[in-house]
């Protein structure tokens, strides 16, 4: 018997094909029923909280922009006498501000008191800023290198050796002062053996200043360090002052 056109060979296949589909429909619109609600809501939800970061980012990088902005106002005003108008913007920016502009505003209002020569407020700022844990380590290094170096006439050179020692080392940015610093206190505390290394290293690093380089070498043969084991000839401090 020939098959007529367009009739499927085993209508039985189609058959349970539109049963398996209508089935699969029926769950799909059973799990909607069920789920549908709840996919929307947190949908929604996630695209709330993506747009509330969003906001919060945008608010906080132009809060930022301003503080900066204020920060660097205030210096210009220091820089042009107008200090009377820079202080109190700075004074609040300290109680109010953002940690990091807080401490760089102390760390500008310390800089004004130590050119205006009040050593006392200048050092006890810096250390305010030195023990602050909410700021970047950078900023506390320099406070506290700052800090110390003020007061290195009244501290105990044991104190000062504690408090530099980590930066008192090659390869760190404070090196050059933090290691000057300590090797004078060894000095001071009858060390000069503990001393030496400090100032062949400082002598050695040719990423100092020269000025630095000389007076480490004037202090490394004062201890007892041979010009040749610096480098110098028998001339300390010329040639690392001439680099």
């Known amino acids: 018997m020939t098959q007529l056109a367009n009739t499927p060979a085993k209508p039985d296949d189609t058959f349970l094909r539109e049963v398996d589909e209508e089935y699969r ?6 799990l909607w029923q069920r789920f549908g609600r709840w996919m929307i809501a947190a949908l929604v939800l996630a695209l709330a909280g993506l747009a509330g970061f969003l906001y919060w980012q945008d608010r906080k ?3 930022a922009g301003e503080a900066g902005a204020a920060l660097a106002r205030a210096i210009e005003q220091l820089e042009v006498g107008e200090g009377a108008r ?20 102390r760390m500008v209002l310390a800089n004004d008191a130590l050119a205006g020569g009040d050593k006392a407020k200048a050092r006890g700022l810096y250390e305010a800023v ?12 320099a406070a506290l290198v700052k800090a110390v170096r003020i007061g290195f006439d009244q501290l ?29 206190a060894h000095i001071k505390a009858g060390k000069p ?32 360090v ?15 002052g001439a680099q």
């Open 61 to 63: 990088a132009a809060a």
């Open 130 to 141: 030195a023990r602050d844990a909410a700021l970047p380590q950078p900023i506390r290094d």
């Open 156 to 184: 105990p050179p044991a104190e000062v050796v504690a408090r530099l020692k980590p930066l008192a080392v090659p390869g760190n940015g404070w090196f050059g002062v933090a290691g000057e610093l300590v090797a004078v």
């Open 25 to 30: 429909r029926s769950q799909l619109a059973g």
């Open 86 to 105: 820079a202080r109190p913007a700075l004074e609040a920016m300290t109680r109010d501000g953002a940690p990091v502009y807080a401490g760089l505003a």
């Open 193 to 224: 053996e503990a001393a030496r290394p400090i100032l062949i290293a400082l002598v050695k690093d040719e990423t100092l200043s020269p000025s630095l380089r000389a007076r480490a070498a004037q202090l490394a043969v004062a201890v007892g």
């Open 226 to 240: 041979d010009p040749a084991t610096l480098g110098l000839g028998q001339q300390p401090g010329t040639q690392a």
